[in-house]
């Protein structure tokens, strides 16, 4: 195997015509330049300079390999000037996945105050609700997944085993009624109050959590509507057509015109939360994302 040194010394031999001055030029000694010479011979299993005296010359393999080296050595150079630059946030890419109300609410906070701090890292974003947004990651498809489980859902202790987790905030779910509805300036309503109304389900995982809740105060919801598009649910609830439960973050990132929240008791909390894999979370540029996430779900702590 040749050496980057190796290569740079047999240049300066090249260049100088003698392991003295190459030493000078190097910064080192003689016996280490010949040392470093004799094993780029080992490795190459030729011999490359000719010594006739105090002249010295290349063989024509010295010559192939001299003509080599000056490029070999350039694009090594580049290469670690650009590790430096990623590993010093002057430069780096991230792919970030986040779930809607996550991209709307905690993501900008967190790549604004991110761009500030570090202007040469890139960050992507794509959205993707869990668990397809974990997939991705495990997938190699992104570096960063903005994912949620709910407190107590089946299977939630050890789905993420694998991954970093880094938590960022539980938020609590809100019940949407429409504006003239009996309860819409109560101040808090159990669900049990609302086993008559019509309801309007969100995501997938999101309508798995509402009819375990619902079921667990003893009755079914009869749901009339499903979408994954919370503007459409709260647009829904609003023109009278049924009832939801939300998280508080997509509230937060829609105008509920003609419906109102009310606290929903007993609390039920989803965890957010953002996940890497392992050697991901030592790249600084995801570090960095992670800490800056963080921070933002800081800002929205009740």
């Keep these: 195997m040749i050496e980057a040194r190796h290569l740079r010394v047999l240049r300066a031999v090249a260049a100088t015509g003698s392991f003295s001055a190459a030493g000078r030029e190097l910064g080192c000694t003689q016996p280490a ?3 470093q010479m004799k094993a780029l011979e080992a490795s190459v ?3 490359l300079l000719i010594r006739s005296g105090r002249e010295m010359r290349l063989t024509q393999a010295g010559e192939a390999l001299v003509r080599h ?3 070999i050595i350039a694009g090594l150079t580049a290469a670690e000037e650009e590790v430096a630059a990623i590993a010093g946030l002057r430069a780096g890419r991230v792919r970030l996945v986040s779930f809607p109300s996550g991209s709307s609410t905690l993501v900008p906070t967190a790549l604004a ?3 500030a701090a570090h202007p040469g890292t890139r960050v992507s974003l794509e959205e993707a609700e869990p668990p397809q947004s974990v997939e991705m990651l495990r997938e190699g498809d992104c570096d960063i997944a903005l ?3 709910y407190a107590g859902a089946a299977g939630g202790g050890d789905e993420w085993d694998d991954l970093v987790v880094r938590p960022l905030l539980r938020d609590r779910l809100v019940a949407l009624v429409p504006e003239r509805h009996r309860l819409a300036r109560a101040g808090s309503v159990a669900i049990g109050e609302l086993a008559r109304e019509p309801w309007i389900a969100g995501c997938p995982r999101c309508r798995g959590q509402l009819v375990e809740v619902c079921e667990g105060a003893g009755f079914t919801p009869r749901i009339d509507f ?3 598009d919370y503007p459409a649910v709260v647009g829904l609830v609003g023109a009278g057509l049924g009832v939801a439960v939300l998280p508080q973050l997509a509230i937060e ?6 419906a109102r929240t009310v606290t929903l008791e007993p609390a039920v909390r989803r965890e957010i939360v953002a996940l890497t894999l392992p050697d991901l979370a030592q790249v600084p540029a ?3 994302t992670l800490d800056q996430l963080e921070r933002a779900a800081g800002r929205k702590q009740p």
């Design 33 to 35: 330049v010949s040392q």
């Design 45 to 47: 299993g030729t011999p």
């Design 69 to 71: 080296a000056a490029g």
């Design 113 to 115: 105050a991110l761009r």
């Design 147 to 149: 994912a949620f489980r």
């Design 226 to 228: 499903a979408t994954d």
């Design 253 to 258: 990132s829609v105008r509920p015109r003609g």
């Design 286 to 288: 995801v570090a960095a």
